[in-house]
């Protein structure tokens, strides 16, 4: 039988609990380092597209709609969302504007309803408070990229998802 003393006890326990957190804080660093990379992806994905003309139901370089383009750019990292802007509002996780990140999915009502989700586009840049900007098809200019802030988008904000987390 081994006799271990108190002290050499605490010490192999502190040593344990050292050892465990250098495996969580790595293990924390390798996972914000996936998503990071996952939402570059898509957002590298979605710029491909910048300059497709517009096209109701499209999805290929010959034309898109706004779901169209984000479900191409999600499919990059093997994830399938639902096709229509409303159904893609109901996916992911709720993020409020101030805490927008690239990569989240942000929604707008276009139509002559005001609260109808109709228009989606991806987060591409948070340079500042009033400069976010996000890729999206618009009907006017195809596939861009606008700030969000912009007087037009911005009063016809909804929200915004995040899929990626």
């Not at 039988?1 to 006890?9: D, E, G, N, Q, T």
């Not at 010490?11 to 790595?26: A, G, K, M, P, V």
Request: proline residues 2%; charged residues 25%.
């Amino acid at each position: 039988m081994v006799l271990i003393s108190r002290h050499k006890l605490k010490e192999l326990t502190f040593q344990r609990l050292w050892l465990f957190s250098i495996i969580l804080i790595l293990a924390s660093g390798c996972v914000s380092g996936r998503i990071k990379d996952q939402r570059d992806k898509v957002i590298a994905t979605a710029r491909t597209f910048t300059g497709t003309p517009y096209k109701w139901g499209g999805t290929t370089r010959a034309g898109m709609d706004c779901s169209g383009l984000t479900c191409n750019a999600y499919r990059a990292i093997e994830l399938e969302l639902p096709r229509t802007a409303d159904a893609q509002a109901t996916v992911g996780k709720k993020v409020k504007r101030k805490k927008l990140a690239p990569g989240d999915l942000v929604f707008f009502a276009t139509g002559k309803k005001k609260r109808e989700i109709t228009h989606v586009g991806i987060v591409t840049n948070v340079n500042a408070r009033n400069d976010v900007k996000f890729i999206h098809a618009s009907t006017t200019l195809g596939v861009v990229e606008t700030n969000l802030y912009s007087d037009y988008y911005h009063k016809r904000y909804r929200k915004a998802r995040r899929i990626i987390d």
